[in-house]
């Protein structure tokens, strides 16, 4: 069996990873809307998630390497899934649950721990529960957490494709 549906769907994968990074830039800076802790979180996983299958997609892997690439691909995407989630979750909840407001990241790095902040960040707070941009009723978040969980369908579809085309093989005596 040719790798090359593999190196097809890791090319796939960077293409709508890319597509998407380019309309949330555009949905920032064209539209002006200003992405909250959890938006920039997400944000960070689509671009690694990118980035890993362009380079998958350029290196032509061995099976090994398939691997290696798949499961760093879809752990991208299922914590960009989880930080989604735990946005809408935090878009549906009633308002007095919401953390305070902060300055910015950069002030939280500059004057908290590492894990101090990323703790207040998936807390969320009163940003992070605003809805500011819908598409056919579904939320910014919402269409995130579509996005990664069709991608990690992906994943899922090309591991068990080569689990399969495994097992078919004949075995070399």
């Known amino acids: 069996m040719s790798l090359a549906p593999s190196r097809s769907l890791f090319f796939l994968a960077f293409l709508a990873g890319a597509l998407t990074l380019g309309a949330s830039f555009y949905l920032e800076f064209g539209a002006s809307l200003r992405p909250c802790f959890l938006c920039q979180m997400q944000r960070g996983f689509l671009a690694v998630f990118t980035l890993i299958n362009l380079l998958a997609a350029i290196h032509s892997p061995k099976r090994s390497a398939i691997y290696l690439y798949g499961v760093a ?4 995407a299922l914590l960009g899934a989880i930080t989604a989630v735990r946005q ?4 549906n909840a ?3 649950l919401a953390g305070d407001c902060w300055p910015s990241l950069h002030h939280m790095i500059e004057n908290l721990s590492l894990w101090q902040a ?7 707070s009163v940003d992070c529960m605003e809805i500011t941009w819908t598409l056919f009723d579904l939320s910014l978040p919402e269409w995130s957490l579509l996005f ?3 991608m990690l369908m992906l994943g899922v579809m090309q591991f068990s ?6 097992r078919l093989r004949p075995a070399r005596h």
Do not use: I
């Open 73 to 76: 691909s879809m752990g991208c």
């Open 88 to 91: 809408v979750l935090l878009q």
């Open 94 to 96: 009633a308002p007095e």
């Open 118 to 124: 990323l703790q207040l960040t998936v807390q969320g």
């Open 148 to 150: 990664f969980l069709g």
């Open 161 to 166: 494709r080569l689990f399969l085309s495994q």
